[in-house]
């Protein structure tokens, strides 16, 4: 009979790890392959050049001695043409420039909810209604994280630690959290009822709403969480340059750790449940795209030269990045598109934000940014409109089928 592994004989320290590779590792390789539904198995094939229908690699290298043509993998269309244009601004908004860059949010109905000092503000853009309404705890406490968790729903984090939920269908306070520790500065929920919630101090805590006890801390460190993503998997940016990946069933470890950030990781979005993107404060000005297969190093990076405070999705191989020092006023919307392995930098789009974008939200076709206000510099606060537009494209004649991953040219 033969065998249909090969073991090698000889008993080296490399033939040993290869044999416990092979009868152990790399079955588990397989089934975690297995396990990815067909779309993602699609999308990770464009994104490593391998073929989705052969299941065979494709040389996508050149040299000096010989040059390898790749047959186009993916039938080539006419990208769809994203494009944004300022709708309108408002300047009753009182954000300040500060460290807290997540006091702002919205909602699939247009509704805006934005942190401000003292007090926080409801923006129906649609009806061009504004409303504000003050904090019930503390009169000389600011609003350091706003996140819709609902459609009517606002939940509200300020520089004491408290947790405010607001019902806006009630108009009134439904439920309030104290943690007694530093101040709030990101939320973010895995369903209407779970909260994750980011302190100044380091700490992660989760927190249903529907009980009456406190929320659970699930970890502590020693920076400062500065982002949060949620979608399926956890992942927290601090401010030691760290990104780490969870599982919301288990926060005793990490599964994956993102390294070669090098400055605060100040921006996260994912792209689907296996890929993810990761924006850079000043220091470190880079945007690194990720994929949860290999974590050792980002499969793309593009230095945008400025402060990376926002990433939003438009589709699965474009997204709008916002930024704030070291960025003009030509420079501060920013398109890209993932093309050939690398972030390609499509437009940018003039804002007539003053100061830094401090903050921003994106909605189905809809995209709201702020600055903040500094009196001393006679800057004042601002928060700008965008509406998304898209051309859909025409496919070639050749075409038959779409695909939503980045295309291999």
């Known amino acids: 009979m033969v065998p249909d592994r090969f073991i090698p004989t000889v008993q080296g320290a490399s033939s040993i790890e290869y044999s416990q590779y092979v009868l152990q590792d790399e079955p588990k390789c397989r089934s975690s392959y297995h ?30 001695k010989r040059k390898v043509t790749v047959q186009r993998v993916i039938n080539s269309f006419q990208k769809n043409k994203w494009n944004l244009k300022l709708n309108s601004f408002y300047e ?25 000092v003292q007090s926080f503000s409801i923006i129906n853009l649609g009806a061009n209604v504004f409303c ?26 300020t520089t004491f630690s408290f947790l405010d939920f607001y019902d806006c269908k009630a108009e009134k306070f439904t439920r309030s959290f104290e943690f007694n520790r530093s101040a709030i500065r990101v939320i973010d929920h895995e369903d209407p009822n779970t909260i994750y919630v980011g302190f100044n101090d380091g700490a992660l805590c989760r927190v249903d709403r529907r009980s009456p006890g406190e929320g659970k801390i699930l970890q502590v460190n020693t920076e400062t969480i500065s982002s949060l993503a949620i979608n399926r998997m956890i992942a927290v940016g601090n401010d030691a340059n760290e990104l780490f990946v969870y599982d919301p069933r288990n926060f005793t470890k990490h599964v994956a750790e993102l390294p070669g950030h090098h400055a605060a990781v100040t921006a996260l979005n994912w792209m689907d449940r296996t890929h993810l993107i990761s924006g850079e404060g000043s220091s470190g000005k880079c945007l690194r795209f990720w994929c949860m297969h290999d974590t050792k190093a980002p499969l793309m990076m593009s230095n945008t030269r400025s402060q990376v405070t926002g990433i939003h999705k438009l589709d699965q191989q474009t997204f709008v990045s916002t930024h704030g020092f070291l960025a003009s006023n030509s420079e501060k919307v920013r398109l890209w598109s993932i093309r050939d392995r690398k972030m390609v930098h499509v437009d940018s789009f003039t804002s007539p934000h003053r100061g830094r974008i401090i903050s921003s939200a994106m909605s189905k076709s809809t995209i709201i940014t702020g600055s903040g206000e500094k009196p001393h510099n006679g800057i004042m606060s601002q928060m700008c409109v965008w509406n998304i537009n898209q051309t859909d494209s025409k496919k070639t004649a050749s075409s038959s089928r779409t695909y939503s991953g980045p295309q291999i040219r």
């Not at 539904?37 to 996508?60: C, H």
């Not at 504000?132 to 984090?157: D, K, M, Q, R, Y």
Request: aromatic fraction near 8%; include cysteine.
């Open 35 to 64: 396990e990815q539904t067909r779309v993602e198995r699609a999308y990770s094939a464009a994104l490593t050049g391998r073929d989705p229908k052969y299941d065979k690699r494709v040389m996508l290298f050149s040299s000096q």
């Open 92 to 116: 009753q908004s009182r954000l300040t420039d500060n460290v807290y860059n997540h006091c702002i949010d919205l909602t699939r109905e247009r509704i805006a909810l934005c942190g401000e």
């Open 132 to 157: 504000s309404f003050p904090l019930g705890n503390n009169t000389t406490e600011t609003v350091s994280a706003a996140h819709w968790t609902t459609s009517h729903l606002a939940t509200i984090g």
